[in-house]
């Protein structure tokens, strides 16, 4: 039976920026449960791929801030664009921060296809156990047996399910007696506590707001959802909110007493919101869609929470509405020059299911390009 220098477990962002990186003399296999390799990059950013960010840091994730400081100054995101720009791919920059593919995902994905030429695929092939035997590693699929001297393991998180996202890459570490944070759902939509069941109602409307949660301020476009909110807005205020209260400005460009001065419209009329949100906000605030010349001192204070909205929200979307999970393997478990376990030789874990979560904005298919990028140039120069 053959026996592959490094078997790749996953054909995600990270492992295939990790097979394409290898030293073509090795011999290189990818192992996926899906059909079709890169479906979470194929889909992301409305089928443009949100790549990278015109601002990173450290401070954009969360995790081992040294750990990841050290993956970013092996592979940066100038490094990540160069990379792109070799290989024929100029990303185009969106609302001055966003990097995503000018005419669709395809263009990225087309990149490692043909950088991945010589990589053996084993597509529909759900893995279900890894076992070291000796110097070997045994890779157990629903199909087949297959070993390799080195696994690299890149399955993602739980979120996108229906792409056949699952928590295996959790399990193999523990089967070796690898420390894990078992998955949660990031960058999710939030629920809503009974008193907010009037956002449910606007199911489809969108908006402007600005959100604060835990002193992070968050300028972005909400989005009414059957199940609370979501858009954005508030994909970004879930990586920061464990629980509490958060706040929305719903007119984040506007003075709400400025408007309603001197006007003789109704309020519902003055504020420059969709008339169905402007009226449930109003009702929402215990306040009478009446004319602006009507308003009362009291009355008054009570539109200021048009600019202060708090609520605390029920809870989240779950995996199946997730862009990402938080959690993933322990980053004090691996070497944050090559992503191997320290204590078994020759298995790596790369991407999502290693615990650092980035913000929305690209920046987690940043940590999954560099972290792959660097697996293989550990695997290389090993």
Not at 81 to 96: C, D, M, S, W
Not at 147 to 160: E, M
Not at 275 to 285: G, Y
Request: include cysteine.
């Amino acid at each position: 039976m053959k026996i592959y220098d490094v078997l790749i477990l996953g054909a995600g962002a990270s492992a295939l920026m990790c097979a394409a990186n290898l030293d073509k003399k090795l011999s290189v296999g990818i192992v996926e449960g899906n059909g079709k390799i890169a479906q979470k990059l194929k889909i992301s950013g409305g089928g443009k791929c949100n790549i990278t960010n015109v601002e990173l840091s450290r401070d954009n994730y969360d995790g081992d801030q040294e750990f990841i400081f050290n993956v970013f100054e092996s592979f940066s995101r100038d490094d990540l664009l160069n990379y792109l720009h070799a290989n024929g791919l100029e990303p185009v920059i969106r609302k001055n921060r966003y990097y995503f593919c000018k005419e669709s995902s395809d263009e990225i994905i087309k990149i490692f296809k043909k950088a991945t030429k010589h990589v053996d695929m084993y597509l529909n092939n759900d893995i279900l156990w890894v076992k070291k035997s000796g110097a070997t590693f045994e890779v157990k699929t629903q199909a087949e047996l297959l070993r390799a001297k080195k696994v690299v393991v890149a399955t993602g998180g739980k979120s996108y399910q229906s792409l056949g996202a699952s928590d295996i890459g959790l399990s193999i570490a523990k089967s070796f007696g690898i420390k894990v944070k078992e998955f949660t759902p990031a960058l999710v939509g939030l629920t809503v506590q009974k008193e907010q069941f009037w956002m449910k109602e606007l199911s489809g409307l969108s908006c402007p707001v600005a959100i604060n949660v835990d002193s992070k301020v968050i300028k972005e476009e909400l989005l009414f959802a059957h199940k609370g909110i979501s858009g954005p807005a508030v994909l970004s205020a879930s990586f920061y909110w464990q629980k509490g209260s958060i706040t929305i400005d719903f007119l984040p460009e506007s003075n709400i007493l400025e408007l309603i001065k001197g006007s003789k419209k109704q309020l519902s009329s003055v504020i420059p919101l969709p008339k169905r949100l402007s009226k449930a906000l109003l009702e929402a605030l215990g306040v009478e869609d009446i004319e602006c010349k009507k308003v009362t001192q009291s009355v008054k204070e009570k539109l200021k929470n048009i600019h202060n909205y708090e609520f605390a929200p029920a809870g989240n979307f779950g995996f199946s509405k997730a862009e990402v999970c938080r959690g993933g393997v322990l980053t004090d478990e691996l070497n944050p020059y090559t992503l191997e376990s320290l204590d078994v030789k020759n298995l790596y874990f790369i991407g999502e299911v290693v615990d650092v979560t980035g913000e929305l904005g690209g920046y987690n298919f940043q940590w999954a390009f560099s972290s792959g990028y660097v697996c293989a140039n550990g695997i290389n120069n090993f």
